[in-house]
């Protein structure tokens, strides 16, 4: 019987992949401006917790990680539907998707 | 061998979000975002959740992005319309991320983990481990999901509708 | 035998009516108080003086029941426990008080009964029952305290009433003016009333009467603890019982209504002081440098305010000298250690003071509120009980036997000649003073002929039963009330005496001198004060009668008699060297210290919320990259406190 091909991966390296890419994620988030891209950047984050949380549940042997990605990816195709239709509809009264021009949080 | 795979996958995940981040036309970053999924279900599968690595590709890869691209395009965004922040505001960007890295590094330095290395065979990963799982002790979340589903599209509908 | 001198009484039987003396004029209160607006005016009147008659029937059953040296003691309940100090709320019963509470119940009640007819129509009707419940209730609860703690309770309560009452129309600014100088100088003179029973709780420990008494017969005569603590207790008395400098406020008190003159200012209130020395008398009797100031005050406040009497115009303010006048004998025989003669006479003075000052309130009753006895004249014919009342009053109060004023008054001047024979001069002299004014007062007022106006002449009527009922019973007392107080000189037992023996005794063996006199000297200084007080009467009779003189007006006084008729000026000096510079200084507070220190800092603390909330609110631009920023920021801090440190 082959051994699993990853058995040489240690853990600690799946957790620093997984920060970087969260990481990333929330730079992209404060560097660009259109809301679309920024969505796209917090589904970034959100894979990288999914990709840690796999890691996690191969390693420690309980399916309940995987279980738990499978709902996330539930809840963030269902996120991103009613975010981009709101997008969408923002975008038909303002004529911009610029987060500046979309400033009124605050009264 | 599996290092080399895992250091080639992760190096193209991180180029591919990096050029996300970065790059100035948003259909690019659309398209550099799925080759980051593509990438990120190439982890999954060399951690034997084969499942998961299906159910990825075929959700995000294959519906949530191309929801993203239909609005871009529907948008009509390209590199002359798309908005900048100021220099200044996209270096303390890049700091504070950087920050936050360290942080977590830093904080995960005495963190004991369970394992060190997987175990021989891991079987939790298969489609029928995880059907099992889910409809056993997770049935609940699992039909909850459904409703959850039939707002969101709902909502969708709604909010999009051009208004007569 | 049984040595009866300190006998305590727990007699279960004589504790009831003991409560029920002070808690009749509290229910009284409480009820035309709460519920006086749903009554009728009808009820409330006869309310308040049932419930003083029902107190005046518990003194009189005590009265009948307790033996002349006992006492009862009434321990409510333990007020103030605090390590070694334990000040608890009782009450006293002893002869002295039961004199006290007969006069307060009795007189008090006649009083009531009077004022229901000469307060009728008035749109406070109510209102001023309810505040004479209260005194009624105060006074009692002042002279019944076993305690410094209680009587003090009393004290303040009282003048708190008198403020109520003297100002009681207070739509008129002149009378809220002079109900505000009675409560203030009446403070003036409580501050040293506290600080005398601070010095006494520190030195002794204890504000009870025997405790102290017991505890200070260990002190030297004279102890400088002991001068401290009376003369501090006597600026209290002067302040309540208006003595010099503390007097003022007595004759502008009579802006109230008549039978709140009557009863506080001539029966009860201003006699709280004399009160609270008769009770205190062991501690004074072992302070001789207080006597000596309480008599030279006394002596000294009777002279001035009978000068004062003799030019005054208005008939209440007439009688409120007087009864300052009166006030300054009776602290005149403290001083010189006749306390038994003292108290009665507080009583008798009580009797004909309240008679008087309830038969002038008849006179203006009948004149439809007119005051000044230069527009009186006459009126024996048409209000003739009055009339007979208040003659009988002013024979009483010039001294002329066998009527109550002679058989007090001839008391203390027999002890004053036997003591200082400049104190009996200057005292005998008053006397004939006050025969001399009070007479004016009654020939000016009810002989000659009418020199009001026709308008005036045509109302004039006698008042009604309800008001000539109380003016015959307390003529009635003014005539037999001297008897209780026979001296031995005539061959009888001096009752009076007697009966508060027990409590003035304690002193007794603490005076220097024998205050007994030999009887042919005092039929001499006896004689010698009647011829004197008929001889003033006499020259009025002449001055007033025969030569039918009028006061003149206020315009046309010069010289000494101005000086004289404005009340020697007292009142606007007090007002230049008192009341101006502390306006001047209040003023510099309020300047200096409120405006720009105070002000200074709460303005500071307000513009520095404003400051924060300006800088603040510029978190909040709406931009949601910004607050982004502002997350991750968070979430760094957040994740260095908890997993770094």
């Known amino acids: ?107 | ?164 | 035998m049984v040595n009866v001198t300190d006998q305590i009484l727990k007699d279960s039987l004589l504790i009831t009516p003991g409560i029920l003396i002070p808690l009749f004029p509290l229910i009284g209160f409480l009820i035309n108080g709460l519920f006086g607006k749903y009554l009728p005016k009808s009820i409330t009147g006869w309310i308040a003086s049932i419930s003083v008659l029902a107190s005046f029937v518990c003194t009189f059953y005590i009265f009948t029941n307790l033996p002349s040296n006992g006492s009862l003691h009434i321990d409510l309940f333990n007020w103030i426990a605090y390590s070694n100090m334990n000040i608890g709320f009782g009450f006293l019963i002893d002869p002295l008080t039961l004199v006290m509470l007969l006069v307060i119940s009795g007189v008090g009640f006649l009083i009531h009964l009077y004022s229901i007819g000469y307060m009728h129509g008035d749109e406070g009707f109510t209102r001023f029952f309810t505040h004479l419940n209260l005194f009624i209730f105060f006074m009692m609860l002042l002279v019944m305290g076993s305690n410094y703690l209680v009587m003090f309770i009393g004290w303040e309560g009282v003048g708190l009433c008198s403020y109520l009452l003297i100002g009681f129309w207070f739509k008129n600014d002149a009378y809220n003016d002079a109900a505000k100088k009675a409560f203030i100088m009446n403070r003036i003179g409580d501050l040293g009333f506290l600080l005398g029973m601070f010095f006494m709780l520190f030195n002794f420990g204890s504000l009870d009467y025997a405790v102290v008494a017991q505890k200070a017969l260990l002190l030297p005569v004279g102890s400088s603890v002991l001068v401290a603590i009376t003369l501090l207790l006597f600026v209290g008395a002067t302040g309540k019982s208006a003595q010099i400098p503390l007097y003022t406020w007595l004759p502008d008190a009579m802006a109230g209504p008549t039978p709140v003159s009557a009863l506080i200012h001539a029966a009860t209130m201003v006699t709280a002081g004399i009160y609270m020395i008769v009770r205190s008398n062991v501690i004074y009797a072992l302070a001789p440098f207080t006597l000596e100031i309480v008599a030279i005050v006394g002596v000294a406040t009777c002279l001035f305010a009978a000068i004062i009497g003799l030019m005054q115009n208005d008939i209440k303010k007439v009688l409120a000298y007087s009864t300052v006048s009166q006030l300054g004998i009776m602290f005149a025989a403290l001083g010189i250690g006749a306390f038994s003669s003292g108290m009665f006479h507080l009583v008798t003075h009580a009797f004909f003071k309240a008679l008087l000052f309830l038969g002038s309130g008849s006179v203006i009753h009948a004149l439809h509120g007119e005051q000044d006895i230069r527009k009186m004249g006459g009126l024996r014919k048409y209000i003739k009980v009055t009339f007979v009342t208040f003659l009988i009053g002013a024979v009483a109060i010039s001294g002329i036997p066998p009527f109550a004023g002679f058989f007090s008054k001839d008391e203390i001047l027999s002890h004053a000649f036997e003591h200082n024979k400049i104190i009996w001069a200057i005292l005998s002299i008053s006397s004939m003073m006050t025969a001399f004014y009070m007479f004016r007062l009654v020939y000016l007022t009810f002989f000659n002929d009418f020199r009001g106006s026709e308008e005036t002449k045509k109302h004039i009527h006698e008042s009604s039963a309800i008001m000539t009922i109380p003016l015959i019973v307390l003529a009635a007392l003014s005539i037999i009330g001297g008897f209780i107080g026979m001296p031995s000189v005539f061959g009888f037992t001096h009752q009076f005496q007697l009966y508060i023996s027990s409590v003035t005794d304690a002193s007794k063996e603490l005076m220097k001198e024998n205050i007994e006199l030999n009887h042919s000297m005092e039929w001499v200084l006896i004689a010698t004060a009647v011829i004197a007080a008929i001889v003033s009467i006499l020259y009025a009779r002449f001055k007033y009668l025969t030569k039918k003189e009028q006061p003149s007006e206020d315009i046309a006084l010069a010289g000494l008699d101005k000086v004289v008729y404005n009340k020697f000026y007292v009142d606007e000096i007090y007002d230049s060297i008192i009341v101006k510079p502390l306006k001047v200084l209040s003023d510099l507070f309020l300047v200096l210290v409120d405006k720009l220190i105070i002000d200074l800092f709460v303005n500071a603390v307000a513009w520095f919320v404003g400051l924060f909330g300006r800088t603040l609110r510029l978190v909040q631009n709406g931009n949601t990259g910004f607050y982004v920023f502002a997350m991750v920021f968070g979430i760094i801090v957040l994740f260095v406190i908890r997993l770094l440190i």
């Open chain 2, 1 to 164: 061998m599996s290092q080399y795979l895992f250091f080639t996958l992760s190096f193209l995940t991180i180029i591919s979000a990096l050029y996300v981040v970065f790059s100035r036309n948003p259909m690019y970053s659309v398209l550099s975002l799925i080759v980051c999924f593509f990438t990120i279900a190439g982890h999954y599968i060399l951690l034997n959740a084969q499942f998961l690595a299906i159910v990825h590709i075929i959700v995000y890869a294959g519906a949530i992005m191309v929801l993203f691209l239909f609005t871009v395009m529907l948008l009509n965004l390209n590199k002359e319309t798309e908005p900048h922040k100021t220099n200044w505001v996209k270096v303390a960007a890049v700091i504070a991320a950087g920050m936050l890295f360290l942080t977590l590094i830093a904080s995960l330095k005495s963190t004991q983990l369970g394992t060190y290395h997987l175990p021989p065979r891991t079987t939790i990963g298969l489609v029928q481990n995880i059907g099992i799982k889910l409809f056993t002790d997770f049935l609940l979340p699992f039909e909850i999901s459904s409703i959850l589903f039939m707002s969101a599209m709902i909502g969708a509908v709604m909010l999009a509708k051009k208004e007569k």
């Open chain 1, 1 to 107: 019987m082959k051994e699993a091909a990853i058995n040489y991966v240690p853990q600690n390296w799946y957790l620093v992949l997984s920060t970087f890419l969260f990481c990333i994620g929330i730079m992209g988030v404060l560097f660009r401006r259109n809301a679309i891209i920024i969505m796209m950047c917090i589904e970034l984050m959100l894979n990288s917790v999914n990709l840690l949380l796999v890691a996690f549940s191969s390693y420690s042997g309980n399916s309940d990680g995987q279980v738990f990605v499978f709902f996330i990816m539930v809840v963030a195709a269902a996120e991103v539907a009613v975010g981009l239709a709101l997008l969408v509809s923002i975008y038909r009264n303002v004529m911009s998707t610029d987060i500046n021009v979309l400033n009124k949080l605050k009264w």
